[in-house]
Nanobody, 116 residues
Framework: QVQLVESGGGLVQPGGSLRLSCAAS????????MSWYRQAPGKKRDLVAD????????NYAGSVKGRFTISRDNAKNTVYLQMNSLKPEDTAVYYC?????????WGQGTQVTVSS
């Protein structure tokens, strides 16, 4: 049974930091590209960052580049999103995604709220 379980969300003040984690099980984690998406109320789900399986090449949305860092630990079957210098516009539900070919799995999401 495939599972992606996000954690680490919460309420943070502008300028603060959070680290999201996504623990994977039920598939060969190291062979999947991993991504973080986010969806704000009334908006579509957008890609935040992704990291390839073999080479670990990273890609970021322009709005988070220089502030967010995606990483993966294949030994722990976990992908992370370090978020620094958070802004109110980063408020959203953050989702973990695993993808390999036609296989596409999603977590349940974790809420991140940036507010003073």
């Amino acid at each position: 049974q495939v599972q992606l379980v996000e954690s680490g969300g919460g309420l943070v003040q502008p300028g603060g930091s959070l680290r999201l984690s996504c623990a994977a099980s039920g598939f060969t984690f190291s062979t999947y590209a991993m991504s973080w998406y986010r969806q704000a109320p009334g908006k579509k789900r957008d890609l935040v960052a992704d990291i390839t399986s073999a080479t670990g090449i990273k890609n970021y949305a322009g709005s988070v580049k220089g502030r967010f860092t995606i990483s993966r630990d294949n030994a722990k079957n976990t992908v992370y999103l370090q978020m620094n210098s958070l802004k109110p516009e980063d408020t959203a539900v953050y989702y973990c995604n695993a993808r390999m070919g036609w296989r596409d799995y999603w977590g349940q999401g974790t809420q991140v709220t940036v507010s003073s």
